[in-house]
């Protein structure tokens, strides 16, 4: 059924043969449980077959903390498992971030068939978290290389990534073509009954019974974007606050979860200014200055359109920042960067991944 709300476990390497740079957060709960928003994910991990018949690579696509690597060491050890590999030798997990590091030290010692011949032999490949590699673009081009290859070897790769590979900024056209050719499903972040059962058993598993109408109290009031972390961190503050005050879970309990879990204070202006300054690869100064290059007037507009969006600040005050423009000149570049964003998709990517780097 389409609203049909499930579980399946999990399956994962053991953790005392992990190797040091594939360890990954510890798992939250052994089990996936996935609604409706994850229906084609859940679909492709219960298969009984290898999900490789259905394509390599494997591209999971999802916000931070929806359980992309959870499912990538999943559908990685039951495939290993049908190799005959009965323990976490026959998968490799590596960030993506650490595949680069490893790459300039290979280099650097002039070793680098020695990583080659490692990334290609290693049964299954999961490689974590791309979106963070696109400040190296040779270990992009070596990453796209070793892709390629174990394609050609049939051997299954996993990869994951924040965004489509061709959404995310300064990811080469060589990883992105090769990321695609297989399986891609994307992944969400819990919600409705799926976000309500995943908090029932997270308090379960602390030993924490919730009634339904304060598991509903903590859902309604805990932000509808948070991943599965943030929701394990505000039940673990329920029980926190129950044995501080050695009290059954109650309306205390829960309210005092959903404060301790509200955003932080408000976005510097400071900040805003030096993220979209790095992104656009200009300095803080130029988003002050008086310049009318197109490609600094269009950072700065998008830069004033955050700020208005993400802090209470005023247009004034937003104005003053900004080199001292005024009422009339910060509210024409916030309704041009709001036109534009309708239109401009490559505008729309550039705020989406700032917003994103923001936390916001």
């Not at 040091?20 to 994910?41: C, D, H, M, T, W």
């Not at 492709?44 to 259905?54: D, I, K, N, P, Y």
Request: hydrophobic residues 40%; proline residues 6%.
């Amino acid at each position: 059924m389409e609203s049909e709300v499930f579980a399946f476990p999990l399956e994962r390497p053991p953790l005392k043969v992990r190797r040091r740079e594939s360890a990954v957060n510890p798992i939250l709960l052994p089990y996936f449980i996935a609604g409706p928003e994850n229906r084609l994910a859940a679909f492709v991990a219960r298969q009984e077959t290898s999900v490789f018949e259905l394509g390599n690579p494997i591209l999971l696509v999802g916000p931070s903390g929806s359980g992309k690597t959870a499912l990538a060491l999943h559908v990685s050890v039951r495939h290993a498992n049908k190799l005959g590999y009965i323990d976490a030798s026959g998968v490799q997990h590596l960030p993506a971030i650490e595949f680069a590091r490893r790459f300039a030290e290979a280099v650097a010692a002039d070793d680098l068939q020695h990583l080659r011949q490692e990334i290609d032999d290693v049964p299954v490949l999961i490689i974590d978290d791309l979106h963070l590699i696109t400040s190296k673009p040779a270990a992009q081009e070596e990453l796209a290389q070793r892709i390629e290859a174990r394609s050609e070897l049939q051997q299954p790769t996993v990869l994951t990534c924040r965004r489509l590979p061709t959404e995310v900024r300064g990811l080469r056209p060589s990883l992105v073509s090769r990321s695609l050719p297989g399986l891609t499903i994307a992944i969400s972040c819990p919600v409705g009954r799926t976000r309500t059962m995943l908090l029932t058993e997270l308090a379960l598993q602390l030993g924490l019974e919730l009634d339904a109408p304060l598991i509903q109290m903590l859902d309604d009031g805990l932000d509808p974007s948070l991943p599965v972390r943030a929701l394990s961190a505000a039940v673990r503050q329920v029980d926190l606050w129950c044995r501080m005050n050695q009290s059954s879970p109650c309306c205390e309990a829960i309210a005092s979860a959903i404060q301790s879990a509200a955003p932080d204070e408000e976005i510097p202006l400071n900040k805003i200014t030096n993220t979209v300054a790095r992104y656009f690869r200009l300095k803080a100064k130029d988003l002050r200055s008086s310049s009318r290059k197109q490609h600094i007037v269009r950072a700065r507009s998008l830069a004033m359109w955050l700020a208005r969006r993400v802090t209470s600040k005023s247009v004034t005050h937003i104005g003053e920042h900004f080199g001292g423009r005024d009422h009339s000149t910060v509210l024409h570049a916030i309704r041009k960067t709001e036109s534009l964003l309708h239109d401009d998709a490559e505008l729309r990517l550039a705020s989406e991944e700032l917003a994103d780097k923001l936390g916001c």
